[in-house]
């Protein structure tokens, strides 16, 4: 098999912000052309499926700015450096919900959008809720609702396209697997 890969000639960044930083790479392509590509670079993110004892999933609705609206999410969050996705978890878990969790399993990473960013996402899957009296913090320019729905509510925001993220659709399919293998 031919090789697919792209070699770079020169990488230059153009952007370097809070979040994300934007590299335009030159590149040699497998037929010996040159192309260019430009690249987010993203330190990766985390997010939680969270059920609580009543069998709710714990969401967040959040404005974001890119689609001009709200959304239900689950809880979700930038892997600050030096942080493993893990520890990043149970953060975002309870500085989102306020809820805090004993057991944290690793479900599956994938690369959000691999056509143009480097971002890795990790979900796991959140056991042993509780909510606490005095929570974390959430960022001071993070505003969200906090709202438990049952599988059938989380079906049907995915039908209104009040859920509409790649993450929550995987996390309330997952769930939807989970109570089918009960």
Same mark, same amino acid.
Request: charged residues 30%.
């Given at each position: ?5 792209? $070699?770079t000639l $020169?990488?230059e ?7 994300? $930083? ?14 260019? &590509?430009e690249?987010?670079?993203?330190p990766?993110?985390?997010a ?9 999933m714990?969401?967040v609705?959040?404005? &974001?700015?890119?689609l001009?609206?709200?959304?239900v999410e689950?809880?979700? +969050?930038k ?10 978890a149970? &953060?975002e878990l309870?500085e989102?919900t306020g809820? $805090? ?13 691999? +056509?143009?960013a ?9 056991g042993d809720?509780?909510k606490q009296?005095?929570?974390l913090?959430a960022d001071?320019?993070e ?5 438990e729905?049952?599988?059938?509510e989380a079906? @049907? ?5 009040v ?12 769930? @939807? ?6």
């Amino acid at each position: 098999m031919d090789s697919l890969e792209e $070699k770079t000639l $020169k990488s230059e960044m153009i952007f370097d912000g809070k979040i994300i $930083k934007v590299v335009v790479d030159d590149v040699i392509l497998p037929n010996g052309a040159t192309s260019k &590509r430009e690249i987010v670079k993203h330190p990766g993110a985390v997010a939680v499926v969270a059920i609580t004892p009543a069998n709710k999933m714990v969401m967040v609705e959040q404005y &974001r700015k890119p689609l001009e609206k709200a959304i239900v999410e689950i809880p979700a +969050g930038k892997i600050e450096l030096g942080e493993a996705p893990e520890w990043t978890a149970g &953060r975002e878990l309870e500085e989102e919900t306020g809820y $805090k969790t004993n057991g944290l399993k690793h479900l599956v990473s994938f690369y959000t959008s691999p +056509g143009f960013a480097d971002e890795l996402l990790h979900i796991y899957l959140a056991g042993d809720l509780e909510k606490q009296v005095n929570p974390l913090q959430a960022d001071e320019d993070e505003f969200v609702n906090i709202i438990e729905v049952s599988l059938e509510e989380a079906l @049907q925001l995915i039908e209104e396209q009040v859920i509409c993220d790649a993450k929550t659709v995987y996390a309330v399919q997952y769930w @939807q697997l989970l109570e089918a293998m009960k």
